[in-house]
């Protein structure tokens, strides 16, 4: 899916681990589908699932108003910004470019988890959140704190 994400020019982000709440529109969403629509009947099949989980996404589109986003509905937000989808490009056998953020609280150890590398942090960081930023042409890792670069380190990436 990152791999995706960077050919189509979107950046991934990836939140803190058992932090839900920092995607609360996508949550939002997920607990109405929950109690909405999927506890509310039985399906006898994949299929029907399906068709009807395709009708409660158009009605939720087009009647549920979210405060994120002004009062608007999804259907709204997308009509004013005059989205217009795109063919999916092949995929590239170019190198990948793009960056991939990762959201990380630095714990009482002073150490950055991204992917299964352990990095060491400055004290000043502890108990603070910080944004590693991932530049997969350069391969380089740059920390973000308040806006301010305060480390930047070789990250290489295996193929």
């Given at each position: 899916m990152v791999r995706f994400c960077l050919v189509q020019g979107v950046i991934?982000?990836?939140?803190p681990f058992s932090e839900p709440w920092r995607q609360g529109v996508v949550e939002h969403y997920n607990d109405t589908f929950d109690k909405r629509f999927f506890r509310t009947e039985r399906f006898p099949d994949v299929s029907t699932l399906a068709a009807r989980m395709a009708d409660f996404e158009d009605f939720h589109n087009a009647q549920h108003r979210y405060s994120a986003l002004g009062g608007a509905t999804p259907d709204e937000v997308e009509a004013r910004a005059r989205f217009k989808p795109r063919a999916l490009k092949k995929r590239s056998t170019s190198k990948l470019t793009g960056t991939v953020e990762y959201i990380r609280f630095i714990r009482s150890d002073a150490k950055l988890h991204v992917l299964s590398a352990e990095l060491p942090m400055p004290?000043?960081?502890v108990y603070e959140y910080v944004t590693a930023v991932l530049t997969v042409e350069t391969q380089?890792?740059?920390?973000h704190h308040h806006g301010e670069v305060v480390l930047t380190v070789p990250f290489p990436l295996s193929p």
């Open positions: 991934p982000v990836f939140v004290e000043s960081l380089q890792l740059a920390v």
